[in-house]
């Protein structure tokens, strides 16, 4: 590549999050389909909606015009054109904490310019699903199953997922038993091997995070989900991806994880 060469790209991308840049500009972190997270410079996003309009909210699914110049580290966006936008649908405190999570997540977790299309097709998935969900009386509707479901993909494709079925201690074989985890250390454990800050996972839910493992989004979003089902696999999933993230994610604590 000449020094100085202008290469434009097209593609499909998650807005991540954005940021102030300068006077009027933003800085936004996108999840891009072909070529991973990138970051970019949106001039004069902060005054004029005519380019982005609504689609640099993040969460927002947009096909994504931007041009690179070799050496800088900042791309330069052109134009938006958003293909799904969360606001579409109401948005409550809970419903915006479990889009935040997702990008959250993102953002967190991806490295820069790192394609991986099973986590953007993944992400993609629960994004739109947080959508179509069915709100039901309890506090927080319709965001459990695709949070759960986003947390334990999310720890399997990274590789972070610990084996739940023997004593990471003792190798004692827990199939089908009550397991224990420590958000201060690795693997599960019987409960006589019980770490610093254990919890429990219950034997029930398991058997969910197998469920989940084979089973696609769509097949589980038919089923009535509320939030007391597998709360304590949740709470093991979120768990799992502060430790390896060495992060405190703060949209799960708006969502009383």
Known sequence: MAEGRLI?????????????????????????????KVKGVARHAMKSRKRFGGALEPATHVRAHYTERPLQDLVRLDQ?????SPLTAPIDTFRLAALQLVTEVLEQAMPDQAADDNIYR?????LTS???????????PGIDLPITYFCLWMNRLMGWMPALGHCAACGLDLRDQTVYW????DGVTCHDDRRSQSRSLSAASVAESHR???TPLADLLTESWPPSRS???RAFA????????DHRLRSASALCV
Do not use: C, Y
């Not at 979120?238 to 993230?245: D, G, K, S, Y």
């Open 80 to 84: 938006f054109e958003i293909l799904w």
């Open 130 to 140: 947080l959508q179509s969900t069915v709100p039901t009386p309890t506090p927080t």
């Open 122 to 126: 993944l992400s993609l998935a629960v």
């Open 212 to 214: 989940i493992a084979r």
């Open 182 to 185: 420590s958000p201060v250390a």
């Open 8 to 36: 434009p790209h097209h593609g499909e991308a998650i807005v991540l999050r954005t940021w102030p840049f300068h006077e009027a500009d933003l800085l936004v972190s996108l999840f891009t389909r072909d070529r991973g």
């Open 231 to 233: 709360a304590d696999l």
């Open 238 to 245: 979120i768990a799992t991806l502060e430790r390896h993230l």
